[in-house]
């Protein structure tokens, strides 16, 4: 986790200022990207505190992202108060109204459960454009194997450990081959355009949902997956040019 911001450093005044002037979305993003450490530690706590067993961390941590939005788009700098004051109640309470109208329906959906649906729906292309031909039906299925064997490169942090962890035999090659992929992807990310980086990052690296990425970005769930989608294609151009890469895992 990176370290939370200074209230009063330098970057964070100026980018307040221009924000507060210009409403640019790009200074909102970074002002977003600055404050989510700080926002992921509140969600962290109500969830150490929690009675309420069929919400997951990734719920709260849903619930608090809104909260940090609704407080950057209404706090004032020029009055005085620190940002982290300001917001703390505003997205503990956002958590708390999260889970006051969790749904039936939505208890019986893990977090990531919900992530991995997304990521594959926002691969798959419109019905009327698949070719039902044998060959390019599993050139479709190729390239949506591609875009989720990406995912799992890009997965390879250790945020995210099974309820049981399985007992494997040592592979020591193999995982230093599967940092080395990581490492390279993550250069051709940096080369994406910024909104396409931008999902890619927060989907991949932070993981957070489409939905979440939504309410960051203030566009649609559909347009993050459209996002997503062209994000990987352009990854995967990129991968086929780049004799280093090797996805056949």
Request: aromatic fraction near 10%; charge should be positive; proline fraction near 3%.
């Amino acid at each position: 986790m990176s370290p939370l911001p200074v209230a009063g450093s330098v970057s964070l005044i100026n980018d307040w200022n221009e924000f507060r002037s210009t409403g640019d979305a790009s200074v909102r993003g970074k002002l977003i990207d600055s404050y989510l450490p700080f926002a992921r530690m509140l969600a962290a706590k109500s969830f150490a505190r929690r009675t309420y067993p069929d919400l997951e961390f990734q719920d709260y941590l849903q619930y608090a992202i809104i909260g940090l939005v609704e407080s950057i788009d209404r706090f004032d700098p020029a009055g005085g108060a620190k940002f982290e004051t300001f917001s703390e109640f505003r997205i503990t309470g956002a958590i708390l109204n999260g889970i006051g109208s969790f749904s039936d329906k939505q208890r019986q959906v893990s977090a990531r459960k919900r992530i991995m649906t997304a990521r594959v729906e926002s691969l798959k292309s419109p019905k009327s454009s698949i070719d039902t031909s044998t060959d390019a039906l599993f050139g479709y299925l190729a390239e949506i194997a591609v875009g989720l064997a990406i995912g799992f490169a890009l997965e390879d942090s250790g945020m995210y450990q099974a309820e049981v962890e399985p007992s494997y035999t040592d592979n020591t090659y193999r995982s230093v081959e599967m940092s080395q992929l990581r490492k390279r992807i993550l250069l051709l990310i940096g080369t994406l355009p910024r909104i396409e980086r931008s999902v890619i990052n927060y989907h991949y690296l932070q993981h957070l949902a489409f939905v979440e990425i939504a309410v960051i970005l203030g566009v649609t769930k559909g347009r993050v997956s459209q996002i997503h989608r062209e994000a990987l294609k352009r990854l995967k151009t990129s991968i086929k040019s780049d004799g280093s890469v090797d996805l056949s895992f």
